[in-house]
């Protein structure tokens, strides 16, 4: 492959640097939203010893920073289809981050089975963001602007890529979750080879940006910077490791050397689009935008710990607590917001879209109504105006912020299938189907004593917990949301209740216990292991279990599978260019039954999954066994 620059289509590079006529120009928009950056992870809030982000700072210096800015999810592709369209994972339906799976679904929709071990089936998640919708790209090309997009994606790959929601380019047009395969070179973008030995990805990606805002310097642009940093895989520069390993206070609940060179990289790109836009001397012609599309990660183990610690806040990533949710946020408009500031007044991702197109005085699209709102009265310094969408029960108009979030990852502080509201000082979480008979639980929590949700006060203000309720009622009624729903296989004999809100892989005292599934990782289903068998469960479309393999075919994988009805399902290789391959199988039904698959594949396997037909019916695996041709062979016995 040759290394590329820009990937402009030839007709857009004769179109650059025309200069707008007529009306006075719009602002620039650059919106840099940073991957599983924490609240806690900048030193915007005074919360860590270890990181620094000095660029931050700088951008913090020239706007307003928000001490409470929330995500849409506490995952990843439902915050990114809510930054783009203004709308609620609950209204769009991507409340799960299976944007890359092969599967396309364009809607939510319900759960068909969950485990005994479970109150609620979960509903499916939509695996693609719907290209009819109205998206700020697209509102903003038609108004005039040029718009590019750099980084990750995650919402969908073609025909739902960036070029298809109103991005003129996507740089390096990947699909996938994270960076392919490292964020030091080599990595494994197709058609996107580095351009210098241990090119860092993020030095890349602001290179490019800066590329293409000298190209588009002479008229408005939307540069929508969505880093890959700090996602996983966990790997940075060599020399910035080595020099945070020197400064790594082993009593200190953020101390590993990787994560915090991770994010001097990522701070160092935001320091690269501030310097172009200083040289370019376009600063005062620009809003900047700058957030996280979720919490920080608290589960995926890295030099000998968790990569990094919301603390004070409770859990994170994957989580309804607000360490999962509440994420860094300054805005900078020079002229318009007064430097140096900061405002305790709530923002949430589905507020920017309505917000830039109030700023650049830009109309939504006919019939576009938002579940965001605007908080340009906030940053410019007057009163906000609001309309109050749902029922209150005292008539004020204080805003509220919705979090659904109907999915149970297993980390720790995680909880059942819930949904959640902010009101002011308050804080109201709805875990779906979790109380006797059926009924939901409510958590009530006061943000204003209690920041790490330590004390649940549901039972000692009950008329708070119903009249916020309410409101949840009817947020979910006004988005459509696809609604989890008691489980009719719930066996209370197999219930856990002490570990909700715990963890489920660990054991007292917070040490990691024993991985029972062994590196597999369960996808659209939920898999428990009992006596050496893997017993799955699907819970949405196409249950897998997924392994990263890293051998070179061809391969052949066998297993034993057992399941009353018996089926069809499939084996499926992840390429290094981040490509699905699948080759099908069946098995009978009845007793055990070995199934062996041989894999075509001719360069490597980095990720093996096993499709097994549990949708209608508990599958069991008993072992798994991967067997390259060259290489040695790897087997799983449960």
């Known amino acids: 492959m040759t290394s590329h620059r820009l990937l402009l289509p030839p007709l857009l590079l004769l ?25 806690a992870d900048t030193t915007l809030y005074g919360k860590t010893q270890l990181y620094r982000t000095p660029n931050v700072e700088r951008l913090a210096k020239r706007g307003m920073t928000f001490t409470r800015a929330y995500s849409a999810s506490p995952l990843c592709s439902p915050t990114r289809a809510a930054l783009l369209t203004g709308l609620s994972p609950a209204r769009v339906g991507i409340t799960a981050p299976q944007c890359h799976l092969p599967q396309v679904a364009l809607e939510a929709s319900a759960g068909t089975a969950s485990p005994p ?25 038609k108004a005039g602007y040029a718009t590019g997009h750099f980084g990750k994606w995650h919402l969908g790959r073609e025909p739902y890529s960036p070029l298809q929601h109103g991005f003129d380019v996507d740089v390096p047009h990947w699909p996938g979750p994270g960076p392919a395969g490292s964020y030091v070179a080599p990595w494994k973008f197709p058609d996107f080879d580095p351009d210098v030995p241990n090119e860092h990805i993020e030095d890349r990606m602001a290179a490019e940006a800066v590329a293409w805002m000298e190209q588009h310097r002479d008229e408005p642009f939307l540069l929508n910077y969505w880093m890959f940093s700090v996602h996983a895989p966990f790997d940075a520069k060599q020399e910035l490791i080595a020099r945070y390993r020197k400064r790594i206070d082993p009593r200190a609940a953020q101390r590993s050397p990787t994560y915090a060179a991770m994010v001097e990289s990522m701070d160092d790109a935001v320091g690269t689009l501030l310097d172009a836009l200083d040289r370019l001397e376009l600063t005062d012609d620009t809003i900047v935008v700058f957030t996280s599309d979720n919490g920080g990660n608290t589960y995926s183990p890295i030099d000998g710990t ?43 991702s589905e507020d920017f879209l309505p917000t830039l197109l109030d700023a650049l005085d830009v109309a939504p699209a006919a019939g576009q109504a938002f579940d965001g709102a605007s908080v340009l009265p ?145 996808r659209n289903c939920t898999a428990t292991v009992e006596q050496g068998v893997v017993r799955v469960t699907g819970t949405g479309a196409s249950p897998f279990l997924g392994v990263g393999a890293g051998v070179s075919g061809p ?71 991967l067997k390259p041709q060259r290489g040695k062979r790897r087997r799983w016995a449960f």
């Open 15 to 39: 179109a650059v640097a025309v200069p707008t006529s007529g009306a006075e120009r719009r602002p620039n928009v650059v919106f840099i939203v940073a991957d599983d950056l924490g609240w």
């Open 306 to 348: 968790m990569p990094t610690s919301n603390a004070p806040l409770r859990g994170g990533k994957a989580t309804m607590f607000e360490g999962g949710v509440r994420v860094p946020c300054v805005v900078a408009w020079p002229g318009r917001v007064q430097p140096g500031t900061t405002s305790d007044a709530f923002v949430q």
């Open 378 to 522: 906030v940053l410019v310094g007057e009163t906000p105006t609001r309309e109050v969408p749902f029922e209150r029960v005292d008539g004020t108009t204080e805003r509220s912020l919705f979090t659904y979030f109907p999915h149970d990852p297993p980390v720790p502080d995680w909880l059942p299938p819930s949904a959640a509201v902010h009101r002011g000082r308050w804080k109201l979480i709805r875990v779906f189907h979790e109380g006797e008979e059926g009924a939901h639980q409510h958590r009530l929590y006061d943000l204003a004593t209690d920041v790490g949700e330590k004390r649940d006060l549901a039972a000692e203000m009950p008329g708070r917990v119903t009249a916020l309720s309410r409101e949840l009622d009817g947020f979910l009624a006004e988005t459509k949301a696809v609604l989890p729903v008691p489980n009719p296989a719930f066996d209370p004999e197999r219930y856990r209740p002490e570990l909700v809100g715990v963890g489920r892989l660990r054991k007292p005292g917070g040490r990691p216990a024993a991985d029972p599934l062994k590196s597999w990782k369960a």
């Open 117 to 141: 071990t479970k109150k609620a089936v979960l509903p499916k998640s939509a695996t693609r963001l719907r290209t009819d919708l109205p998206t700020l790209p697209k509102l903003l090309k």
């Open 555 to 625: 391969v052949r994988v066998a297993f034993r599978i057992r399941s009353e009805k018996g089926g069809a399902g499939r084996v499926e290789w992840i390429d290094a260019d981040g490509r699905p391959h699948s080759v099908f199988y069946e098995h009978a039904a009845g007793g055990w039954r070995d199934v062996t698959v041989e894999l075509p594949a001719k360069g490597p396997v980095r990720i093996l999954r096993v499709y097994v037909p549990a949708g209608e019916q508990p599958v069991e695996l008993d072992w798994v066994e």
